[in-house]
């Protein structure tokens, strides 16, 4: 079983710099063939970062996003519509949305979490305890 340290709040790695820079020349790249085409990448270089950085979402909000933002991007590529800025906003919204029902869950461990759940080091301790009996499964935060 790996071993998960109480690590809660603001993280950055290595990778999450390297994945940012490309994606910031990206979405320039993208912007400077077209004006709408580099918004989608920037768009998702920037939830990739406040998902897994700054807000700590779990791998099942962070795929409700991903679906409603693939769904959003596909129709406008499909359809033209709604276009990208009505689909960006719509998923900002979205995004606002699951961060918001994120912080009111006992594992939120993202930026603030001192504050929005100081309860968090018994909640993950118990959590440890509960899943370090033999045979379970751990499951991260």
């Given at each position: 079983?790996?071993?998960?340290?109480?690590?809660?709040?603001?993280?950055?790695?290595?990778?999450?710099?390297?994945?940012?820079?490309?994606?910031?020349?990206?979405?320039?790249v993208?912007m400077?063939?077209?004006?709408?085409?580099?918004?989608?990448?920037?768009?998702?270089?920037g939830?990739?970062?406040?998902?897994c950085n700054?807000?700590?979402?779990?791998?099942?909000?962070e795929?409700?996003?991903?679906?409603f933002?693939?769904?959003a991007?596909?129709t406008?590529?499909?359809w033209?519509?709604p276009?990208?800025?009505?689909?960006?906003?719509?998923?900002?919204?979205?995004?606002?949305?699951?961060?918001?029902?994120h912080?009111?869950q006992?594992?939120?461990?993202?930026?603030?979490?001192?504050?929005?759940n100081?309860?968090?080091p018994?909640?993950w301790?118990?959590?440890?305890?509960?899943t370090?009996?033999?045979?379970?499964?751990?499951?991260?935060?």
């Amino acid at each position: 079983m790996k071993n998960h340290l109480f690590k809660p709040g603001f993280r950055m790695s290595f990778t999450d710099v390297i994945v940012i820079i490309l994606g910031i020349c990206g979405s320039v790249v993208g912007m400077r063939m077209d004006a709408g085409s580099g918004l989608p990448v920037a768009l998702v270089v920037g939830h990739f970062f406040a998902f897994c950085n700054v807000f700590r979402l779990p791998r099942k909000l962070e795929l409700i996003w991903a679906t409603f933002f693939l769904i959003a991007a596909g129709t406008t590529i499909v359809w033209q519509w709604p276009g990208w800025y009505p689909a960006s906003a719509l998923s900002i919204i979205c995004a606002v949305v699951l961060v918001g029902i994120h912080m009111r869950q006992p594992s939120y461990h993202g930026v603030g979490w001192k504050y929005l759940n100081p309860h968090l080091p018994a909640w993950w301790e118990a959590r440890r305890r509960d899943t370090s009996e033999p045979g379970e499964a751990a499951n991260s935060i």
